[in-house]
T-cell receptor, first 113, second 114 residues
Framework: AQKITQTQPGMFVQEKEAVTLDCTYD???????LFWYKQPSSGEMIFLIY??????QNATEGRYSLNFQKARKSANLVISASQLGDSAMYFC??????????FGAGTTVTVRA | KAGVTQTPRYLIKTRGQQVTLSCSPI?????VSWYQQTPGQGLQFLFE???????NKGNFPGRFSGRQFSNSRSEMNVSTLELGDSALYLC?????????????FGSGTQLSVL
């Protein structure tokens, strides 16, 4: 079974600063995908970034980057130059050979002006 | 290109009724999966379909069922609704049946059971 752990229930960050959201995972599968999603108060789950287990380079998507440390089973999300619109819940998730997405508990990010 | 479309956006039902939720995946996507989100349990996997076949099912009672049509659209049905079924139901789609595929979600259906 897959397990995702997000240890930070909530974080505050100053506008224009960077923030790192922690995520560790546990799986015995060799092939898997790691995802980060943003969920604003509206409820929509917005795809941010994806990292495949065989990808050697860390994924980047605009202001989002994923710090992938395979040996440590870690997939931290870095948001650079935070904006007020980044305030939301952020979920780390993994998809392995059972095809389902397993989610962490989420981290609430609040960006302060 | 249209995203994942879920209908209806909001739904209010009473205990004992049944409900059907619909999900239209991104054009060309053949895999559809469903998730339930509640404040207490977080996000939980319901089931996943690929080419009209259910490939995996989460730990939910038989009252929860689903299907996928030949055009990849999917429906999920909940019978004999209980108060605890109140949740946001999210649908996600991906192009292929691979772990190396990005999954995109719809806006969800907020179900309230009174």
């Amino acid at each position: 079974a897959q397990k995702i752990t997000q240890t930070q229930p909530g974080m505050f960050v100053q506008e224009k600063e960077a923030v790192t959201l922690d995520c560790t995972y546990d799986t015995s599968d060799q092939s898997y995908g790691l995802f980060w999603y943003k969920q604003p108060s509206s409820g929509e789950m917005i795809f941010l970034i994806y990292q495949g287990s065989y990808d050697e380079q860390n994924a980047t998507e605009g202001r989002y980057s994923l710090n992938f440390q395979k040996a440590r089973k870690s997939a931290n999300l870095v948001i650079s130059a935070s904006q007020l619109g980044d305030s939301a819940m952020y979920f780390c998730a993994m998809r392995a050979n059972d095809y389902k997405l397993s989610f962490g508990a989420g981290t609430t990010v609040t960006v302060r002006a | 290109k249209a995203g994942v479309t879920q209908t209806p956006r909001y739904l209010i039902k009473t205990r004992g009724q049944q409900v059907t939720l619909s999900c239209s995946p991104i054009s060309g996507h053949r895999s559809v999966s469903w998730y339930q989100q509640t404040p207490g349990q977080g996000l939980q996997f319901l089931f996943e379909y690929f080419s009209e076949t259910q490939r995996n099912k989460g730990n939910f009672p038989g009252r929860f069922s689903g299907r996928q049509f030949s055009n990849s659209r999917s429906e999920m049905n909940v019978s004999t609704l209980e108060l605890g079924d109140s949740a946001l139901y999210l649908c996600a789609s991906s192009m292929r049946d691979s772990t190396n595929e990005k999954l995109f979600f719809g806006s969800g259906t907020q179900l309230s059971v009174l």
